[in-house]
T-cell receptor, first 112, second 112 residues
Framework: QKEVEQNSGPLSVPEGAIASLNCTYS??????FFWYRQYSGKSPELIMF????GDKEDGRFTAQLNKASQYVSLLIRDSQPSDSATYLC????????????FGAGTQVVVTP | DVKVTQSSRYLVKRTGEKVFLECVQD?????MFWYRQDPGLGLRLIYF???????EKGDIPEGYSVSREKKERFSLILESASTNQTSMYLC???????????FGPGTRLLVL
């Protein structure tokens, strides 16, 4: 059974601070990794994807990937109250084009 | 922009009813997915489809079936609704250029 693990939280972050979210996965052959944001009662929306080891930055978001250690992380800099949401880590399954395994999500709460 | 729509945002049905949930995407995507999402359990894949009339079971197909007669439309069918099928149902479409899934707004189903 392929697994994607995340801390459920809630992760409480002061406004303006950095939120750090971690995700580990079991499918060693996975090549594509995604972070989705989901507001309460809404559907997930894609915020970042990463394919190569290292860091990828997009605005206040940075995704980090380490395939050897099988973890992917997301940093949110200068956290804002609007960042309060659940963040889902997703990993594309090996040889199953388009099929993703999702973690259960980490709830982030940004406090003013 | 990728647009994925679902036929209903909220639905109330009675035990034993046959329920149809429809999903439509306008980007000519081949791969489409149906998930359910429950608190603490994350997104669980019910069924997916790689093309018209092609379907594959996901992790929790029991009690569900699907139909894909046209490329843009992927329907989830609850043959005889039960209370344990009360959930949020999410449809997704796979964008091969971004190599990721985009979600519809979701259908919150309550089975009484």
């Amino acid at each position: 059974q392929k697994e994607v693990e995340q801390n459920s939280g809630p992760l409480s972050v002061p406004e303006g601070a950095i939120a750090s979210l971690n995700c580990t996965y079991s499918d060693r052959g996975s090549q594509s990794f995604f972070w989705y944001r989901q507001y309460s009662g809404k559907s997930p929306e894609l915020i970042m994807f990463i394919y190569s080891n290292g860091d990828k930055e997009d605005g206040r978001f940075t995704a980090q990937l380490n395939k050897a250690s099988q973890y992917v992380s997301l940093l949110i800099r200068d956290s804002q109250p609007s960042d309060s949401a659940t963040y889902l880590c997703a990993v594309e399954e090996t040889d199953s084009w388009g099929k993703l395994q999702f973690g259960a999500g980490t709830q982030v709460v940004v406090t003013p | 922009d990728v647009k994925v729509t679902q036929s209903s945002r909220y639905l109330v049905k009675r035990t034993g009813e046959k329920v149809f949930l429809e999903c439509v995407q306008d980007m000519d995507h081949e791969n489409m997915f149906w998930y359910r999402q429950d608190p603490g359990l994350g997104l669980r894949l019910i069924y997916f489809s790689y093309d018209v009339k092609m379907k594959e079971k996901g992790d929790i197909p029991e009690g569900y079936s699907v139909s894909r007669e046209k490329k843009e439309r992927f329907s989830l069918i609850l043959e005889s609704a039960s209370t344990n099928q009360t959930s949020m149902y999410l449809c997704a479409s796979f964008d091969p250029r971004q190599e990721t899934q985009y979600f519809g707004p979701g259908t919150r189903l309550l089975v009484l």
